[in-house]
């Protein structure tokens, strides 16, 4: 989930205003889909069906990402704009390691040939240590195997997520890859959040059958879990029948 969500802030860090990125992963694995979104504002959350899988660790000492995940399905990509407007696309899973599954999407669906590392390192007590990635994309006139050059040299840098956990900067490793003529356009702030609340959990109940939310205030109320970020709304019987005052009980 970490890896995708970095790979999906860094897609939508040209966006404009109010547009986001919503990527989903689905590889017939334990952890089930896994979905990130990123925001043009920089907000960033992720949710997986599963987040209790716990494998063993491969045996290079990573995460087995790839067999949590599985590799059998697609990678789904879907930017939506601030008219409601939406452009799809998909790939299928190389690895379901996600960066190169990225990778393959930017040069199925984007026609773009690039080079995709996004890391994670997660510390014995289960908390993130760091994460990042770098997106490299080669443009024409620039020949094709440029990016086979780019991925061996990210290749070469060994473990993203250790790197930037050990203090060196994003500069320095996108230096690293890329060569002194690195040239850095902006900055951009990114953090974890959300977009959920309690107007619109409140909406989702409204959608629900007038026999559905009596059964539920009968029941003492309802609470509505937001998949993204858990927090819980907590709706007591008199706002489950608000807007049923009206209307005759069965
Ligand atoms: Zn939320």
């Keep these: 989930m970490g890896r995708l969500m970095t790979a999906a802030a860094m897609l939508a860090a040209d966006f404009k205003a109010g547009e986001i990125l919503h990527c989903e992963v689905q590889g017939g694995g334990p952890a089930g889909r896994v979905i990130a979104e990123a925001f043009a504002s920089g907000l960033v959350r992720g949710r997986l069906d599963h987040p209790e899988v716990d494998l063993p660790l491969r045996a290079d000492g990573k995460l087995a990402v790839g067999q949590a995940v599985g590799r059998q399905g697609w990678l789904l990509v879907e930017r939506r704009f601030p008219d409601g407007g939406r452009y799809v696309s998909h790939s299928p899973l190389v690895s379901g390691e996600i960066g190169d599954d990225v990778a393959e999407f930017l ?144």
């Design 107 to 250: 040069r199925q669906s984007e026609q773009v040939p690039s080079a995709v590392a996004v890391g994670v390192l997660v510390g014995r007590d289960g908390a993130v240590a760091a994460a990042g990635g770098l997106v490299v994309q080669v443009l024409p006139p620039a020949p094709r195997e440029l990016v086979e050059q780019v991925a061996a040299r990210m290749e070469g840098l060994g473990s993203l997520s250790a790197r930037l956990a050990a203090g060196e900067s994003v500069e320095a490793v996108g230096t690293a890859v890329l060569g002194p003529d690195t040239h850095w356009h902006a900055r951009q702030p990114l953090y974890f959040g959300c977009t959920c609340s309690r107007d619109r959990s409140g909406e989702l109940l409204a959608a629900l059958s007038a026999e559905e939310r009596r059964a539920m205030a009968e029941q003492g109320g309802a609470e509505v879990v937001c998949h993204y970020c858990r927090t819980a709304y907590r709706f007591d019987a008199r706002e489950l029948l608000a807007d049923l005052a009206d209307k005759p009980a069965p």
